[in-house]
């Protein structure tokens, strides 16, 4: 099962730089290098209930290194269930794509998120935090399920 992760703004999302993530090796020593550290898509038919959790006018879901959100939580897991810190090249590119979310919410004016475990986009939504840009950045954070999240400016 995938989380996934949408975020909602007020303006329009930059157009989606197509990638080719599913074609990336991760067991290939250059993996880490070349792995995207974002993948925006537009939303699809089947994913329009998570619109009506929004307030904005436009969403998008948006994926780590592994193309779906799951990649933004590896390392917050991987703290979590280890007794030292992990550094494995996932782990790097996990925080590095924790970094580049971070980076795209801030520059695109991004007010919330919203994330939850795939076929669950139409569930209710089971609470509301607020998060900074540094609890966006910060691997070691576990972005939560079913929880609608708005940007603390």
Known sequence: ???MLYLGANQEFPPAERLEWESNDSNA???PFRAPRLVVKLLSIGNDSVRRHFNEAFVVN???YEG???GFNQYSEAVAYSEQLPNSSHDVVSKESRMALAEYVASNSVRTLFGCWAD???LP???E???TLLNIADAAYRLPESVLMRVKL
């Open 1 to 3: 099962m995938c989380y």
């Open 29 to 31: 020593s250059d993996w």
């Open 62 to 64: 948006i994926g780590s």
């Open 68 to 70: 779906c959100g799951c």
């Open 120 to 122: 669950d986009e139409s």
């Open 125 to 127: 939504i089971d609470r």
């Open 129 to 131: 935090v607020e998060v």
